[in-house]
Structure formats: C-alpha cells, structure tokens
C-alpha cells in the first residue's frame, strides 16, 4: 500500500459523516494526519471519528452547515485550536437536488443545490485560503467536483451545472493562490456507491444501476475507497506539479 507521511499534519473534510468524506477523513489519518470531520450529520460524523479512532488515529467532530459561514469558520478554527495548523482540506459536502427536467425546478429546488454544492465550496475555500496563506508552508485543498462537472445528466441540471461551477472556481483559486503555496485541485468521481446514490433512487432500482454501470468502462459503480485515495494523493508531495487540475476518476465515464 502506498503511504504517504502526514505525521503532525491536519485535514478538515467536509460532509465526512458519511460516503466518500468518512473514506477520506479515514485515508487521512491512516497515513497519519488529525482530522477534523466536519458536518450538518453530528451522529454519523462521531460514527467517522469512533471509526478513525478505532484505526489508532486523531480526529474530532464539528458541527458544520457549509451554507453558514460562521459554521466554516468555526471549523477552520477548530483544526487551528486543536491540531496547531491547517494544511489539507476538502471540501466534499454536498447532496443530489431534486431531480426534475429544468423548466419543472421551483426557485428553491435550484437555490438550495446551488447553495449546498457551489456556494459552500467557495464559503470553504474562502475560509481555509486564509487560514494558509498565513502558513509558512501553505496548504492544499481538493474540491469534491464529479464526472457532471464535465458533461450533462437529465433531471439534475443544478447538480450539474453547481459542479460544472466548481471546476471553475478550482481553475482561477488554483492561479491566484500558487504564490502562497495552496495548490487547489478537484477530483471528478463517476458514480460511486453511497448513500446519496441510495436516496437519489439509483442504487435502489436494479435496471437503473445497470444502465448507470454500463456507463463505465469496467461496467460497476466506483467505492468510496477509491476517489479516496485520489484525494490523498493529491494532498501528498507526490503531487507537488498538480494544481487547477479536475481529476477525473470515472472508469472513462460516457456521458449524454
Ligand atoms: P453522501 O450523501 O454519502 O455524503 C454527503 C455528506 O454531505 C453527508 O454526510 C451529508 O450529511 C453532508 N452534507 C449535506 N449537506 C450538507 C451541508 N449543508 N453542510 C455540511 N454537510 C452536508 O454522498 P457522497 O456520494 O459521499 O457525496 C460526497 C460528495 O461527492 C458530494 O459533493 C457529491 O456531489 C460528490 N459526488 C458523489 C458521487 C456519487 O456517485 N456518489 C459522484 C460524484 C461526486
């Protein structure tokens, strides 16, 4: 397995209760970082921080609404107050929306998408891009972007287009934070086994799952395991040229 050395280092990662934030927070403090696991979820975010704990490592929980900037800064606080610095973060919360063609979206249908999967990421950034510059030795960060950054899907088109918005917003923080040495990078999963795929009716519906894997060259749907370790690697001096990059991890996703 490769190991990545993230001794006295710490993440913040957002929407960590569940999904592919709690594999993240985990990934973190198995190469040896102290997390902050951050989320509206407080019982599955001490289910993240029991499970890390479980493991040999550090983390603690703090309720977070990345739709409340006085929550993200709360969060960035506690990874200063309790671990002395902030170095990688991830900014992963997010949720499905309602899923309705694009002239059947009410006004809050697309604002709370919006609110949740674009606004909160630039609330993150805006917060930890702060707290690093301020670092000697900066930071890195990796939004939670998705292969629907890159290309259309039916009936989500707020989903789509807050993703789409996230690759730019990962493209210009990217350039203008280089100098204080934040590289800001997104990962892009294809369709990836958690709950959200669950509450969107995905997963739960077997002849949808079918066709949603056959959309994927290896014909399933990708673990949270794995953009997981896309995420490490990103934050890891492996990948010290990397920077404004949406890594896309979809199996060579076929879109619409
Ligand atoms: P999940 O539903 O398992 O996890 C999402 C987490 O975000 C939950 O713990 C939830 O409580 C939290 N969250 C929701 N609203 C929040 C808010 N306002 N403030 C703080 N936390 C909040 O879903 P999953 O799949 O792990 O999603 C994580 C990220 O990955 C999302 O940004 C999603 O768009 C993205 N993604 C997921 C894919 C998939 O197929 N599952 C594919 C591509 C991207």
Same mark, same amino acid.
């Given at each position: ?16 209760? $569940? ?21 509206? *979820?407080?019982? !599955? ?8 704990? *479980? ?9 977070? *609404? ?6 993200? &800064? !709360?969060?960035? &606080? +506690? ?18 929306? %309602? ?7 009410? @006004?809050?249908?697309? @604002?709370? +998408? ?24 900066? !930071? ?16 989500? $088109? ?6 789409? !918005? ?7 923080? %990217?350039? &203008? ?20 795929? @669950? @509450?969107?009716?995905?997963?739960? *519906? ?21 953009? %997981? ?10 990948? $010290?040229?990397?920077?404004? &990059?949406?890594? +896309? ?8």
């Amino acid at each position: 397995m490769v190991q990545y050395d993230f001794d006295g280092k710490t993440a913040v990662v957002t929407g960590a209760a $569940s999904g592919i934030g709690r594999q993240t927070a985990l990934e973190f403090a198995r190469h040896g970082a102290s997390v902050v696991v951050a989320d509206v *979820d407080d019982d !599955g975010a001490a289910e993240t921080v029991d499970l890390i704990a *479980d493991d040999g490592g550090e983390a603690v929980a703090v309720h977070t *609404d990345v739709t409340e900037l006085s929550d993200i &800064e !709360g969060m960035v &606080e +506690t990874a200063v107050d309790e671990f002395g610095s902030l170095d990688y973060a991830v900014n992963n919360a997010g949720i499905g929306g %309602a899923q309705k063609p694009t002239g059947d979206l009410d @006004e809050a249908d697309w @604002e709370r +998408t919006i609110d949740i999967n674009l606004n909160g990421v630039w609330r993150s950034l805006r917060a930890e891009v702060d707290r690093m510059a301020d670092q000697d030795d900066g !930071g890195v960060i990796v939004n939670m972007a998705s292969v629907l950054g890159h290309v259309g899907f039916q009936n989500a $088109s707020a989903y789509v287009a807050a993703k789409h !918005g996230v690759l730019g917003l990962t493209k210009t923080a %990217a350039w &203008e934070y280089a100098d204080d040495d934040i590289r800001v990078n997104a990962v892009c999963p294809g369709f990836i086994e958690t709950n959200m795929l @669950e @509450e969107g009716g995905i997963t739960s *519906d077997e002849e949808l799952r079918q066709q949603i894997a056959g959309r994927h060259s290896q014909n399933r749907l990708g673990d949270p395991e794995e953009i %997981a370790a896309a995420v490490v690697w990103l934050c890891s001096d492996a990948a $010290s040229f990397t920077n404004g &990059e949406p890594l +896309t991890v979809d199996s060579g996703y076929r879109g619409i």
